[in-house]
């Protein structure tokens, strides 16, 4: 069963479309990762994309990133036909994409991170000057959190680590930012502060790509959802429209399995339903009765 019936998004929204995926198939030999996908993001917008383990999340991500290339469909750049065949073709196009891992080096400091291949120099020198100063500014406009540029990696806190490569993602300038999972992995005070960074990048006008398995924080930041579920789209949000239940009833597929039985006891008791967070829509496969 479909769930694509509540709350049309707002794709007609005023901002500009900055990128456009349309009818993207992607397979890995005898595996359908991706069947005719669509997906679009606007300026200044925030779309979540969520679906269950397996739904093809990181795939489409790799399409947009140039990582694996689709096999079939389009996507449209600032209005023109783009193609996207490797990692360099997105990060020029304007597409930066923070995956999970972030791929930071633990024993170097702030700024050796966030200039990491991309080194400044003068006259045949690294300018470590130019490069503390760029880095403060771009810490700055993301009001980051970090008590020195000058200290390794490795005595960051979780959200201040994915502070740093976020940072490091708009060296580029890019219009499009892909977020893998960036709160995955962090407590609340820390998740906090990295989707108050979400926020900065959208203030800024970039349009944000935010993968989560966590709908509270899909709530709180997101404007649009796009569902993915076994590898197509399964509905398409404004989520200032949307119910909480509407949003897992699309993920799963179904509104009448253990994971939406449980969000709606829960949505009829006031107190517990101010957390809808804590159900975790990454584990809807477990059959009813042993649901974690
Ligand atoms: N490199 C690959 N080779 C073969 N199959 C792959 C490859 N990458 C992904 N797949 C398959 O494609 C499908 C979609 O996987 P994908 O990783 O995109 O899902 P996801 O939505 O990101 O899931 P998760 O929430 O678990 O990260 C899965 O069936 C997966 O096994
Ligand atoms: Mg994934």
Request: hydrophobic share 40%; net charge negative.
């Amino acid at each position: 069963m479909t769930q694509t019936t509540a709350a049309p998004a707002p794709s007609a929204s005023k901002q500009n479309l900055v990128l456009s995926l349309r009818g993207i198939t992607k397979r890995f030999g005898a595996v359908q990762a991706l069947t005719d996908v669509d997906l679009d993001v606007h300026e200044g917008e925030v779309v979540a994309l969520v679906g269950d383990n397996g739904a093809g999340k990181s795939t489409l991500v790799k399409v947009m990133a140039g990582v694996h290339p689709q096999d079939e469909g389009t996507i449209t750049f600032d209005g023109k036909p783009a193609r996207i065949g490797t990692p360099a073709e997105s990060r020029d196009l304007g597409i930066a994409t923070v995956f999970q891992d972030l791929a930071l080096c633990d024993n170097l400091d702030v700024v050796a991170n966030l200039f990491l291949g991309h080194e400044k120099t003068s006259a045949g020198t690294l300018d470590e000057v130019a490069m503390e100063k760029r880095s403060w500014d771009l810490l700055r406009q993301l009001s980051a959190k970090i008590p020195s540029v000058r200290i390794p990696i490795a005595s960051l806190s979780g959200g201040q680590r994915q502070t740093v490569a976020i940072a490091r993602s708009l060296l580029g300038d890019p219009k499009v930012v892909i977020l893998d999972e960036p709160t995955a992995a962090l407590g609340v005070a820390q998740t906090a502060e990295v989707l108050n960074l979400v926020e900065r990048l959208r203030d800024r006008g970039h349009g944000v790509i935010l993968i989560s398995h966590n709908m509270a924080d899909v709530q709180a930041v997101a404007d649009r959802v796009v569902v993915l579920r076994l590898g197509r789209n399964n509905g398409d949000f404004a989520v200032a429209d949307t119910s909480y239940e509407d949003i897992i009833a699309a993920i799963t597929g179904a509104t009448d399995n253990a994971v939406t039985k449980r969000a709606t006891a829960r949505a009829s008791q006031p107190e517990a339903s101010a957390l809808p967070g804590h159900v975790s829509v990454a584990k809807t496969d477990a059959p009813e009765g042993e649901t974690r």
